[in-house]
């Protein structure tokens, strides 16, 4: 049996010194991958937004598109 001083931290603190540590990085580690993963969702939400937004345009210039071929064609057939 080793004796230790009073200011020495025994083995059995310095294994739950060593513990605290890891669960501190654990803990931070999953906090670091649960804000990535919210920007990730954020950042997927915005692209689908953008991702309708463009679907409307597209379907605005594929309306006003055919309507002026249609136009042309009766201009020229007629």
């Known amino acids: 049996m ?3 001083g009073k200011n020495e931290p025994t083995q059995l603190q ?3 010194d ?3 540590q890891a669960v501190s990085r654990l803990e931070s580690t999953v ?3 649960r804000d ?4 990730s969702s954020a950042e ?10 463009l ?3 597209n379907a605005e210039a594929t309306q006003r598109l055919d309507g002026a071929i249609g136009r042309l064609k009766s201009i020229l057939e007629g």
Do not use: I, P, W
């Open 2 to 4: 080793t004796v230790t």
């Open 14 to 16: 310095q294994a739950q």
């Open 18 to 20: 060593h513990l605290d």
């Open 31 to 33: 906090t670091g991958r």
């Open 36 to 39: 990535s993963a919210a920007a």
């Open 44 to 53: 997927l939400d915005a692209a689908r937004e953008e991702s309708a937004s």
């Open 55 to 57: 679907k409307r345009v």
